[in-house]
């Protein structure tokens, strides 16, 4: 009997002890769970010194080797964390990348385009809010508000683009041609450089062509910046002047024969080699292609430059620009405080610094010195009156898509009226939903 009680003891004991145990793990988990909080899974692996790897998903395959870099003195200083870095080109990145953000495997910290993305993201409550992070001084207050959504700083955009075409500057002196400041202009220039044997455009009409050169096409044609808002509030409309100009104006282009041959089969890699080769005057693409052109062609002297589509007491902008390359810390990653470290990390000016001039790119992040005339260029257009980019002011993805494919419908023999006219009825049906 006294064994039996000495048994039943012990059993109660082990019970009770089970129990604390128990409640103290499901404490733990309960922080976790929240996306973004100070404390949890992230912390806590921070805090004990338990490894943790997080993944970066980006599109920009060009920028690996500079980031590998980046991520090892990252790496260094944080030995506990491991970043494992994964890229898409950009095209697919726009299509699937929210897929495979979705449960969180993947892209503790990812990046986004300003747009249709974003907004889809945002919808599908993606991103984490990160608002009260300290790193946020190290950017240009102005250059990341197109990362805030409903208030909130959720995205940081890391890149500054210019989307204006790129000139060849010693051709353009060859030839005694200055940027225009109209239309007239422009296309005179164009003459002259068609009739010098020079393709005056390199078009990428089969991939990113119409959605970079619309941009510059529109921004002085349009009545408002907000116009592509409004379309798709209902409150304007693809078949008003503004866009069915534009439309004549790049079906003027191509029956002038100021793009290549071909130009609506043309894709980026091939347009570039144009340019690269000195064949094409003009690189229909934005300052992000600056650096890659000049590692392909070291006697390249390039400039940017924008068509002005009015006559020049008309012209509104000069040029285009984009915050963009926005970095996020996923709402579903169980290392929320090792992303925003990361981030942190990148936010550093000397980073930031030896990021953009190992890539070319201009970044949002404050005091960062450039090195290479190519930076330099861009950094040129900083006191210019420029516009946000227009497509990404268009949110649905598919009236964004609307939109360029009536540039691509134009150039394959479409009149401007109809296929004004095509794009607006994919508007309305989104109206109608």
């Not at 953000?101 to 986004?112: C, E, I, K, N, R």
């Not at 002259?192 to 078009?203: E, H, M, Q, R, V």
């Not at 349009?222 to 100009?245: C, M, N, R």
């Not at 984009?322 to 990653?333: G, I």
Request: a neutral charge; hydrophobic letters at 40%.
């Amino acid at each position: 009997m006294k064994k039996h009680k000495r048994k039943s003891g012990f059993l109660v004991a082990t019970i009770t002890l089970l129990s604390i145990l128990t409640a103290a793990c499901g404490s733990n988990t309960d922080t976790a769970s929240t996306p973004g909080a100070s404390t949890g899974a992230g912390a806590t692996a921070a805090a004990s010194g338990k490894p943790v790897t997080i993944s970066f998903l980006h599109w920009r395959g060009e920028d690996v080797n500079s980031l590998n870099g980046i991520i090892a003195k990252f790496q260094a200083e944080n030995p506990n964390i491991k970043v494992e870095m994964q890229t898409m080109p950009s095209e697919q990145y726009q299509s699937t990348a929210q897929a495979k953000l979705a449960d969180g495997s993947v892209g503790d910290v990812f990046t986004t385009f300003p747009g249709a993305q974003f907004e889809a993201l945002s919808k599908a409550g993606i991103f984490t809010d990160l608002s009260s992070e300290k790193f946020l001084s190290n950017f240009n207050d102005t250059l990341i508000q197109v990362g805030k959504k409903d208030g909130k700083q959720v995205a940081v955009p890391y890149q500054l683009v210019y989307n204006d075409p790129i000139y060849n500057v010693k051709l353009f002196q060859k030839f005694n041609l200055t940027p225009p400041k109209d239309w007239e202009g422009f296309l005179a220039l164009c003459e002259t450089l068609k009739k010098n044997g020079i393709i005056p455009i390199a078009f990428a009409g089969a991939d990113i062509g119409p959605g970079q050169f619309m941009n510059t096409m529109v921004m002085n044609n349009e009545p408002s910046a907000d116009i592509f808002t409004k379309v798709e509030a209902g409150q304007a409309k693809l078949t008003d002047e503004f866009w069915v100009k534009t439309l004549t104006q790049f079906k003027e282009l191509n029956d002038k024969g100021y793009l290549q041959p071909d130009a609506l089969g043309t894709k980026d890699a091939a347009a570039g080699a144009l340019f690269i080769q000195e064949k094409a005057a003009i690189l229909a693409s934005g300052s992000y292609q600056l650096a890659q052109n000049k590692k392909q062609n070291p006697n390249l002297e390039q400039k940017l430059l924008a068509p002005i589509t009015v006559a020049a007491d008309q012209a509104k902008y000069e040029g285009v620009h984009t915050s963009t390359f926005m970095l996020a810390v996923n709402s579903k990653s169980k290392h929320p405080a090792e992303a925003k470290k990361f981030i942190e990390f990148l936010s550093r000016k000397e980073i930031a610094g030896t990021y953009a001039n190992e890539t070319g790119q201009n970044v949002t992040v404050k005091d960062v010195q450039y090195t290479s005339p190519e930076l330099q260029v861009a950094t040129e257009w900083a006191g210019k009156k420029t516009l946000f980019q227009p497509r990404f002011s268009i949110t649905n993805a598919d009236n964004q898509k609307a939109v360029t494919n009536s540039i691509q419908a134009v150039l394959s023999g479409k009149s401007p009226q109809d296929a004004a006219k095509e794009a607006q009825a994919i508007i309305d049906q989104h109206l109608v939903k």
